[in-house]
């Protein structure tokens, strides 16, 4: 995977902090602080860049963080740039795991390879924290 940073603008709101994408519409999310808010945007970009390779879209290109015109309407608190990573090409690998619970992957998905990704990103994101 490559590692690829977006701007995120952290505006006050009334309940604490929101977070916005100006290159990805629709990836939002929030925090009750600044700190709070900057953590929280990392897992939402990782989400939304998750969801975009699931649907077979395009990543847009990040703007450069200076170039983004102050909109007056919104209240900026900080602007900072997020990290994601771009994923990479499939490799094949072989693994070793036990029948049965192989049976049980079977039995709630359709793609092996999807679900075994899905549950090491899972597994992953609760060990970083």
Same mark, same amino acid.
């Given at each position: 995977?490559?590692?690829?940073?977006y701007? #995120?603008? $952290?505006?006050?709101?009334?309940?604490?902090?929101g977070?916005?994408?100006?290159?990805?519409?629709?990836?939002?999310?929030?925090?009750?602080? $600044?700190?709070?808010? #900057?953590q929280?945007?990392?897992? %939402?970009l990782?989400?939304?860049l998750?969801?975009?390779?699931?649907?077979?879209?395009?990543?847009?290109?990040?703007?450069? $963080?200076? #170039? $983004? +015109?102050?909109?007056?309407?919104?209240?900026?608190? %900080?602007?900072?740039? +997020?990290?994601?990573?771009?994923?990479g090409?499939?490799?094949?690998?072989?693994?070793?795991?036990?029948?049965?619970?192989?049976?049980?992957?079977?039995?709630?998905?359709?793609?092996?390879?999807?679900?075994? %990704?899905?549950? #090491?990103?899972?597994?992953? %994101?609760?060990?970083?924290?």
């Open positions: 995977m490559a590692t690829i940073y701007p #995120a603008i $952290i505006e006050r709101g009334t309940d604490g902090f977070v916005f994408f100006p290159d990805l519409p629709g990836c939002t999310s929030g925090g009750t602080t $600044i700190q709070d808010a #900057a929280q945007a990392e897992e %939402a990782d989400m939304h998750t969801g975009l390779v699931d649907d077979g879209e395009p990543f847009p290109e990040p703007s450069e $963080i200076d #170039a $983004i +015109v102050v909109d007056p309407d919104v209240d900026e608190a %900080a602007r900072l740039l +997020v990290r994601g990573e771009r994923p090409r499939s490799v094949r690998v072989q693994v070793s795991i036990d029948e049965g619970l192989l049976a049980r992957i079977d039995k709630v998905a359709k793609n092996r390879s999807g679900f075994l %990704a899905d549950a #090491a990103r899972t597994a992953l %994101a609760a060990r970083n924290g």
